[in-house]
């Protein structure tokens, strides 16, 4: 691994991630939910100087984190977030992956017992490209962010912002922050009603506590 | 690299000149250490020995710093020949596609060291060696062994080569219980850790099969109450017996089948009698034929009885984090598919453990047939786990590339 000397990747990272790094506080002890390749963990690494720990589902992404020298435990956020300690971590991640677990609602209140902070990134069905191609073509969207068909998307829990507000309020979480970013991942319309924000955001990141 | 002088075994023992076991237990063709006068190994049992020696093998060189040294944690009826033509089977090393030049344990970056366990049979003091209190062989008279005496000897034999900390310690099976033993006794000493295949207990139905394989040991009327190497006979049968039912545990059922099925064994038809009419017959024999002629008998019972004895969180107070609390030592924790005597859920209890330690830990559980030997198979993505682990280990270490 030949890291350039800032000690970023050399691959320049996901816009979102550069977005969802500014919100750790530097040396914080953080989780990573659905590492991938660690790009995150190695961003926040080098950026925020965190004690970073990740879970991957797959093989390939936990060899490469390991490669990278990074501290990734294969394994399933349906099934195994209920192994950590309570307050283990200062922030639990989970990116662009609430929508493909099983239980999003178990997921997100194990983050909470586990971080004193949740950061929870998603897709937002909301959008108003997502209302018109499903209310006007009568089919479930396929945009350039979406890019599965139905029967074989790993996609299997889509909500809308509103319906996210809906679950931080059902599990008593308070929201800390909440941003809105469009489709390059760029933070947008600092202070919009919520409407708004559920009409136009491509993604949102709530930042959540107990 | 300028190499601290340390003895060095890379010379593998001359091929086709194989040794009687019986010759190697005092008089190994490896390295040894040998102990006594204030040296003693104090034992679990409350025992002690007071004149004792370790076996063991080097591959590579130390580096100046004395930073690169990996010690390598052989499983129940290893040995301390990883990586170079075995002294008595001519075969090569249990771990040669592990440890080697430009392999992922690769020695020509570190120095690996891996020692014959005591209770074993390749040169280290066990039940076969002499007892120089009584002039006799040790025999049953050897106090039990735990995976804790095991790695307070290794801890010794590293003093003795002036190795303070440990880059990195590896091992699968009784191997990966002694890694696990050593992050709990010497953290400090352990820079990064690679258990393989194991677990932090030994759970009831691995202590049946244990049970099995002693019993029948000892119902061998060759035996003799363990004394057996004085009467000139070996307890031959009830070994290759032990060792044929063990054999089995290491595999699976969908390898077995993979390999044998239900075919013949060079015959057209069943015989109708006890003969092995299935090729799974005649491969497990073998396996027990081959396995009576490179170890003791005496020593698979204390093996055994080490792995059964292991429950590292019991000697923590029953929770197994509190093993771990406060290491800084790197994990990386392995487990495979297929292997139903360690199965991923053992290993993951490790990880788990660790979590809550708030220890730093990897974990990959990698997807084969081939059961619990896979660790000493040819198993890619293992080899890429270790190779990536340490290597990234190395630089944390700061060790020259």
């Known amino acids: 691994m030949n890291a350039p000397p800032n000690g970023l990747a050399a691959t320049t990272p996901r816009v979102d991630l550069i977005a969802i790094a500014a919100l750790v506080a530097p040396g914080s002890r953080v989780l990573d939910i659905g590492s991938g390749d660690g790009q995150l963990l190695k961003l926040l690494e080098a950026t925020r100087q965190v004690d970073g720990r990740g879970i991957e589902i797959s093989q390939k992404g936990v060899n490469e984190c390991v490669a990278r020298g990074l501290s990734v435990v294969q394994g399933d956020a349906d099934i195994d977030l209920v192994d950590y300690p309570d307050d283990a971590f200062d922030y639990v991640i989970l990116s662009q992956t609430l929508q493909a677990t099983h239980r999003p609602r178990h997921v997100v209140e194990q983050m909470l017992r586990i971080g004193s902070k949740a950061i929870v990134s998603f897709p937002n069905f909301g959008n108003w490209r997502v209302r018109i191609l499903l209310g006007l073509t009568g089919r479930m969207p396929v945009t350039s962010d979406l890019p599965h068909f139905w029967y074989d998307t790993p996609n299997i829990h889509f909500c809308t912002i509103r319906d996210f507000v809906d679950l931080c309020r059902d599990i008593k979480a308070t929201v800390e922050t909440r941003m809105v970013l469009d489709r390059t991942g760029k933070r947008v319309a600092f202070n919009a009603p919520l409407w708004f924000w559920n009409l136009f955001g491509q993604q949102a990141v709530f930042v959540l506590r107990r | ?401």
Not at chain 2, 173 to 187: H, T
Not at chain 2, 292 to 311: C, G, P, Q
């Open chain 2, 1 to 401: 690299m300028a190499a601290t002088e340390l003895p060095a075994s890379d010379e593998a023992p001359a091929q086709g000149r194989r040794r009687n076991p019986l010759d190697e237990v005092d008089d190994p063709s490896s390295l040894v250490a040998r102990f006594s006068g204030d040296q003693a190994l104090t034992l679990d049992s409350g025992g002690r020995l007071a004149d004792w020696q370790l076996a063991y093998q080097t591959y590579g060189e130390l580096d100046r710093d004395r930073a690169n040294a990996i010690l390598i944690c052989h499983a129940l009826t290893g040995d301390q020949h990883v990586a170079n033509v075995h002294p008595v089977t001519g075969k090569p090393g249990w771990w040669s596609l592990m440890v080697g030049p430009g392999k992922p344990i690769d020695t020509d970056r570190y120095f690996v060291i891996c020692a014959n366990v005591v209770g074993g049979c390749m040169g280290t003091t066990g039940p076969a060696s002499l007892n120089p209190a009584t002039g006799r062989v040790w025999g049953l008279d050897l106090p039990v062994i735990t995976v804790r005496d095991m790695v307070r000897a290794e801890a010794m034999l590293l003093d003795r080569l002036g190795i303070g900390t440990l880059f990195s310690i590896a091992g699968g099976s009784l191997g990966g219980m002694q890694v696990l033993q050593w992050a709990a006794s010497y953290p400090e000493r352990v820079f990064s850790a690679l258990p393989i295949a194991t677990g932090a207990r030994h759970s009831s139905q691995n202590i049946a099969f244990h049970e099995v394989g002693r019993q029948a040991v000892m119902a061998d009327p060759d035996w003799r109450g363990g004394r057996y190497v004085e009467a000139g006979v070996s307890p031959r049968k009830g070994l290759a017996v032990a060792r044929m039912a063990a054999h089995v545990t290491y595999l699976s059922d969908e390898a077995l089948h993979r390999k044998f099925g239900r075919n013949l064994q060079d015959r057209e038809r069943l015989t109708f009698g006890f003969d092995a009419d299935f090729q799974i017959e005649s491969y497990l024999r073998h396996q027990g034929v081959t396995f009576v002629e490179r170890f003791d008998a005496n020593s698979y019972l204390y093996m055994t009885r080490a792995m059964d004895y292991f429950d590292l969180a019991a000697d923590h107070g029953g929770r197994l984090a509190n093993a771990f609390l406060g290491t800084r030592t790197r994990f990386c924790v392995a487990s495979f598919t297929s292997d139903w005597l360690f199965p991923t859920i053992e290993n993951k209890a490790v990880v788990r453990a660790l979590n809550a330690a708030g220890a730093s830990v990897s974990f990959v559980e990698i997807a084969t047939d081939r059961g619990h030997d896979s660790f000493l198979l040819d198993e890619p993505e293992l080899f890429a786990t270790v190779r990536g682990f340490l290597s990234s280990a190395g630089e944390a270490r700061g060790l020259a590339r």
